[in-house]
């Protein structure tokens, strides 16, 4: 992660007045409201990922951008109160969100799209050059004519090779056997950072946040993910279980997030 984008993700997190609160919203799980009559009304979290033609990114450090940014923007200032106890501008949104069944979607932009969805509210994240953009959560049928203008699908990326997981990071193993598209695997592993930092402790989650939620994604092989859904079932390990509305069945488990 580049420097000038750290400092923005991790903020002051050791002076923050309204760290526990908000660490307290992730700790206490999500989801459990049901889904509105309307379609239109359904919330979801947009991830837009930065994907030039000429020259894409390596698939992990992607990766690894959209799971920083998911978990940057659910701890950010603005979806909390500030020392008055005034709402941030971004609180409302999140909140309903975080209440209803959790729903991100990703997207690829590259150029023109790209510098368009910045001016959107939500925080960027580069890993090693690879850029990723979570986008507070709005309903589908509120969607900013800039995001919805850019493509779903059609773009993804090959494994790579992303070397030595460095030391002190969390992981987060991806199912390699549900051979999951660049975009589907990065709300994914949002939802896996999310649940990994409400799973810690709050000193926990603001010592992560002091490193600027740094993590390491990388594929799972079956003899792998045989091993870590063992460390699941003994509580040493956080899965992500998914809804199966697209790629994959309901209830597959798609990414294990080791601390």
């Known amino acids: 992660m580049t420097e000038s984008c750290r400092d923005a993700v991790t903020g ?4 923050d007045a309204g760290w526990a609160e908000r660490h307290a919203v992730l700790a206490a ?66 909140l309903a969100w975080v209440g209803s069944r959790i729903r991100k979607v990703s997207r690829r932009a590259r150029g023109a799209g790209w510098r368009a969805a ?16 979570a986008l507070v959560p709005v309903a589908v049928g509120a969607l900013d ?3 919805r203008k850019l493509q779903i699908g059609g773009t993804d990326l090959d494994h790579d090779d992303p070397g030595e997981i460095p030391d002190g990071v969390p992981v987060l193993w991806i199912n390699s056997a549900l051979d999951m598209t660049v975009g589907k695997a990065a709300a994914q592993v949002g939802h896996a950072s999310m649940l990994l930092a409400g799973a810690m402790t709050t000193e926990q989650a603001r010592a992560w946040a002091a490193a600027g939620y740094r993590c390491a994604v990388r594929d799972a092989d079956v003899g792998l993910w045989e091993t870590l859904t063992i460390e699941v079932v003994r509580g040493r390990a956080i899965a992500v279980r998914d809804a199966g509305f697209t790629e ?8 294990i997030a080791c601390p």
């Open 145 to 147: 004519p800039r995001i």
């Open 29 to 94: 799980g999500y989801g459990g409201r049901p889904d509105p009559d309307d379609p239109a009304q359904v919330l979801a979290m947009p991830i837009v990922l930065h994907i030039p033609k000429a020259d894409p990114p390596p698939r992990s450090a992607l990766l690894e951008a959209a799971a920083t940014a998911t978990v940057a923007l659910c701890l950010d200032p603005r979806v909390g109160t500030d020392e008055t106890g005034a709402p941030g501008p971004w609180q409302a949104n999140y």
């Open 12 to 15: 002051d997190a050791g002076a």
């Open 118 to 133: 910045q001016e959107v509210d939500g925080i960027t994240v580069d890993v090693d050059g690879a850029q990723a953009r």
């Open 248 to 255: 994959v069945a309901p209830g597959s488990m798609t990414v």
